[in-house]
């Protein structure tokens, strides 16, 4: 049974949504696996709970 995790911003159902089934789809193709089997799981971080280089992503400031 394939378990997989994303970590990552958030994101709208409808991407999360597609992305779960291309990545169920690239495991049942792949592993030969049935879809059943395949489970993804979103771990979504806010930018106040994420840090690169010491900064936070809140004080982070856009590339421009």
């Known amino acids: 049974m394939p378990i997989i995790t994303i970590q ?3 994101r709208s ?3 999360k949504r597609e ?3 291309r990545i ?3 495991l049942v193709e792949t592993y ?3 879809p059943e ?4 799981f979103f771990q979504e ?9 010491g900064v936070l ?8």
């Open 24 to 26: 169920t789809d690239a």
């Open 8 to 10: 990552q911003f958030p």
């Open 19 to 21: 992305l779960a089934q």
């Open 13 to 15: 159902t409808e991407q």
């Open 32 to 34: 030969q696996v049935a």
């Open 45 to 53: 971080s806010s930018s106040d709970n994420w840090a690169k280089g």
């Open 37 to 40: 089997s395949v489970q993804v």
């Open 57 to 64: 992503g809140v004080d982070r400031q856009p590339k421009g």
